[in-house]
Each structure stands twice: as C-alpha cells, then as structure tokens.
C-alpha cells in the first residue's frame, strides 16, 4: 500500500523511469568491449589505458566505467600515487565474457542492436496491437521469420541470442520430467541445437532431431555444429506447411509464445496426430501466475512478444487449453523458479 513517505519520495517511479539508463550502459560497455579488454589483461586498467586500447575518449570512457562500479559491473583499486584501475566482478567475468560457458553476452549484443529499437515504438504497438518491425527496421513482410531472418547476418545473430539462454537455463527445463521413456524425439524448431545438447546429456540413450526452416539448418551446419554428435541430427522443413515424422516426443521450446492462439492450435494438432501412442509434447515457456499478480519478467516479455511477434506469453491454464483443443489430455505443469517453465502433455 502506498505510505506517505512514497509521496515524499519516489524511488519506484524514478528507478522505472531511468531504467533504460543501466540497460544502455551496460549495452554501451558491452559492445565496446570493455569486459573482453579487462578480462584479457594481467592486471587492472586505468580509464586511459582502456581509452587507449578501445579507441574511444577518455574523459567519457572514464565516466562509462565510473557508472560500471556503482553497478557492481567493475572493480576499483586505487595505487598508492592515486590511480585508479578498473577489474571485472565475478559476475561479469562468468555472465558478460563471450567465450565463458554461462556467458550472456550474445543476448545482450541482440537486446541492443534489435529489441532495443522495437522497443522503441512500444506506445504504437499498443495502439495499433501488432509488432513494430516495419517502423523499428523497414520491414514489411507478413511472414514474422522472413523479417526476422533478413539478412544471413541476423540469422547469426538471433541463433546467437536463443542458444545464450539455454547457458543458463537449459539443464533446468531438461530435468523437469522424467524423459528417459521418450527414445525418439523431435525438437520443432530446435534452431542450432543447444536444448538439444543438454536433452542428450541428460539422456544419453535418446536422439534427438532438431526441425527447422531450410535456412536455419544450413546456418546452423555452417555456424554452429563443430563437434559431430550422432544422436543429433537436423531436419529441413516448415512445421505450419510439412508434414511432421512421427516421434515419442516433441519439444516446442520458445515456439507457441510467439504466436496466435489459432496458430498455436494448428500446430498442436499436427503434433498430436503424428506422436506416437503414449507420446507427448513438452512445451518450454516463460508462464504467467494465474491470478496475473507476475513473474514481472514474464509480464515484460510478453509485451515483448507484442513488438516483435504474433504471439504473447500465456498463464499455465492457458497452455492447457491449448493443448486439450489439439487433443491432449494428461498436462502436467513444472515451474522451475527461473526464467522458463515446462508442460508435459501426452497423448
Ligand atoms: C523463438 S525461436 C526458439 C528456438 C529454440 N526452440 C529455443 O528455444 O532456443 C523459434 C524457432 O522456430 C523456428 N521456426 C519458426 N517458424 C518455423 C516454421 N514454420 N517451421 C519450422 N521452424 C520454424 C525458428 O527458425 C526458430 O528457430
């Protein structure tokens, strides 16, 4: 409830409104490479040092890396003439280095060059109730992947983005049910693999192919695959227009939340006639409360899904719904406390 000490002072209101202050600064700093120099030097660096090595200015470099300390991105050590040197925090070197295992550096780097710019033109999604690719990139296309997947570039890129956070999140969702009964299993549009990964680590006696558009499997081959695996393999097609190869499982991960609710539906209706019987589908979601009281992160992403998509994020009851109208009829829901949450649904 509100106090009288909030009408003094706002805190709330002002960190909302000067939110986008912390998220350009660490875009800022990410993408000069501010973390990638200091993790690469022996020993702490100064702002001019850093300047110099960036090729960027030193009166403003100073002040980037003055607001990284106060948002525990850096450390300080100050010599005994004075100087001041700058270091990474743990948490930077684990989550903002590209080349660390838990590394969150590619999602930052596309929230930037991309999300970013959608989010621009959020008041307009609003009004209008439909994605701001046209306004925030020139885009016209009534296809959502043929405007994501412009250029082979932002292929890369957004490949880039969906593997970071499996880094993070992926042995969470995989061990969220027992799968060890499902041998054969089909990730539809399982992009370059990296769920996959984690599936056959956690079950080394199950294969798993990965369904993706033509483009996205050639990207992936060319981009990603440097080890071969034999229980993962890929398979080219479009899952609205071709038919699905019958399997034990379906994994839908990041899949239904970017579209309609019809959509949804007819996908999960080609799911549910090709599984075979005693299979399933598990879809991997960020899930709404039911009583819409949060995640916060979740309410925030399914605007997200505004801006850039078709489709938004849905509370569990919802994605029951959508199942038992594909024909479903035993869901089970697993929230994990992270980010995303998992449902089995079998046939
Ligand atoms: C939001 S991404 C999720 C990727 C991956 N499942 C993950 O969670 O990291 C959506 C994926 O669906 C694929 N996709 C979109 N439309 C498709 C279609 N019609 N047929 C097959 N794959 C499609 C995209 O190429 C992309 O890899």
């Known amino acids: 409830m509100a106090s009288a000490k909030d009408d003094l002072y706002p805190r709330k209101i002002l960190d909302y409104m000067e939110g986008f ?10 993408e000069l490479g501010v973390f990638e120099q200091l993790h690469a030097s ?23 890396l003055s607001a990284c300390v106060g948002l525990e991105l850096l450390n300080t050590h100050t010599d005994t003439d004075g100087e001041v040197r700058f270091s990474n925090t743990h948490m930077s070197t684990v989550f903002l280095i590209e080349s660390s295992p838990k590394s969150l550096y590619h999602s930052i780097q596309y929230s930037s060059r991309t999300i970013y710019l959608c ?45 970071s956070i499996w880094n993070i999140c992926g042995h969470d969702v995989i061990r969220a049910f027992d799968l060890s009964p499902f041998r054969s299993i089909f990730d539809l549009g399982g992009c370059s693999g990296a769920l996959a990964k984690h599936c056959v680590s956690v079950y080394p006696e199950s ?14 081959r060319d981009h990603f695959v440097s080890q071969r695996d034999d229980r993962i393999h890929f398979h080219e097609g479009d899952f609205f227009k071709d038919a699905l190869p019958p399997a034990d499982l379906y994994i839908l991960a990041r899949i239904l939340h970017d579209w309609t ?5 007819e996908l999960l209706r080609k799911v549910y006639t090709s599984c ?7 879809l991997v979601e960020a899930l709404l409360h039911e009583d819409n009281s949060g995640p ?13 998509t078709e489709g938004r994020e849905r509370k569990g009851s919802e994605y029951s719904g959508l199942l038992k109208a594909a024909g479903f009829t035993c869901v089970h829901i697993h929230r994990t406390g992270k980010i995303y949450d998992v449902i089995l649904a079998l046939k």
């Open 42 to 64: 022996a020993q702490p660096l100064s702002a001019v040092e850093l300047s110099r090595a960036l090729g960027t200015s030193e009166d403003a470099t100073e002040r980037l």
């Open 207 to 220: 294969s798993v192919t990965i369904f993706d558009l033509p483009k996205v499997v050639k990207t992936s």
């Open 296 to 308: 916060l992160t979740v309410q925030l992403y399914s605007l997200n899904m505004l801006v850039q």
């Open 21 to 30: 202050l912390v998220s350009k600064t660490l875009f800022a700093a990410c």
């Open 276 to 282: 075979t019987s005693g299979g399933g589908v598990l």
């Open 261 to 265: 609710d019809q959509r949804c539906v």
């Open 119 to 163: 989010w621009h033109h959020l008041t307009d999604a609003v009004r209008e109730g439909q994605n701001q690719y046209e306004k925030a990139f020139g885009i016209n296309s009534k296809d959502l992947f043929e405007a994501l997947y412009r250029s082979d570039e932002e292929i890369v890129k957004f490949m880039h983005l969906m593997n």
